[in-house]
């Protein structure tokens, strides 16, 4: 395979994944609800990145000011619409806390290896910035099938 298949796992450009299980059960944080478990150093740092932007985000609801993962979980989710909102808010911060935790014990791939794009042990995602908003698309072919099957659960879920 020519060197142009190929990414530095350490490239910020690219977002990269494993399919498993996470190690916390959470109704809340989206990213816990994903089977896409992050492998490189910097697929850590966006989602880092991305989990703040959306704690920083402000909604009121109730007459009370929450963070948009809160705010999110009250639109989406049937279960949390039944929840007392205080206790919303104090399981949003423990599975926050409990992600930022499992990330920051997970295995990552070497730092100054290779990955083959068309690597169908990965889900791998180019990082395209747009103004104030990053864009995740899929690299090679094995991701965009996952990505579609997945936006299909989504919407069935939300759906029905």
């Known amino acids: 395979m020519s060197e142009d298949n190929k990414i530095n796992v350490n490239d910020i450009n690219y977002a990269v994944y494993k399919l498993g299980n996470w190690k916390n059960n959470y109704e809340i944080n989206q990213i816990g609800l994903s089977k896409e478990i992050p492998v490189t150093k910097p697929t850590i740092t966006h989602i880092k990145f991305s989990m703040d932007e959306i704690r920083k985000s402000q909604f009121d609801i109730s007459n009370k000011t929450v963070n948009g993962f809160v705010a ?8 949390i619409q039944d929840m007392d909102l205080e206790d919303v808010i104090e399981l949003e911060q ?3 806390d409990n992600i930022i935790d499992e990330l920051d014990n997970l295995e990552l791939l070497d730092e100054n290896s290779t990955i083959d794009l068309d690597d169908e042990n990965y889900l791998i995602y180019k990082l395209e910035k747009e103004c104030h908003v990053t864009t995740s698309i899929p690299a090679n072919e094995h991701t965009k099938k996952y990505y579609e099957d997945e936006m299909k659960r ?6 029905n």
Do not use: G, R, S, Y
């Open 72 to 79: 999110i979980a009250f639109q989406l989710n049937p279960k």
């Open 154 to 159: 989504i919407d069935d879920a939300v759906l």
């Open 94 to 96: 423990k599975e926050f």
